[in-house]
């Protein structure tokens, strides 16, 4: 058999075979983006133990200007953000806008390229917003 009929052959076996394979289980919502979650998990726990995962690896508050923003920084950032897309709708309604400068901050903070004068304005901002929403899970539902 000629070598391009049967490299067609083998490609439409191998369409085939893509074409009938099941479906993926279905996933639980928060297994999409944090693996190992568990949806009945206390949001405000989760959310606060992921940005002291991330605290870990960062400089301490009003050092932002001397952070370095290497890969293991934005994992563990990149980790919080999936954590937030988990949880962040779950915490208290007050804190709905620390949130959203998580989200928004995170966006800017991961990416490798983003130029390190908006790294770091993104960090204080980062830093306020996930003090907030420490203060506002500690408090007494």
Known sequence: MAPSRLLA???LGLLTACASAPPPPAAASTDLYVTGADPTDDPCQRVVSALGFAEHVLKPAGQEESQ?????????????????????????A?????????KRTIRVLVP?????????AALKEWR??????EKGCAQPA
């Open 9 to 11: 052959l083998a490609a």
């Open 68 to 92: 370095e923003f290497g890969e293991g920084v934005r994992g563990r950032i990149a980790y919080v953000e999936g954590v937030i897309l988990s949880y962040g709708e779950r915490l208290p």
């Open 94 to 102: 007050g804190l709905a806008e620390h949130t959203a400068t998580l």
């Open 112 to 120: 490798a390229a983003t130029p390190r004068e908006k790294a770091v």
């Open 128 to 133: 306020a917003a996930a003090t907030a929403i």
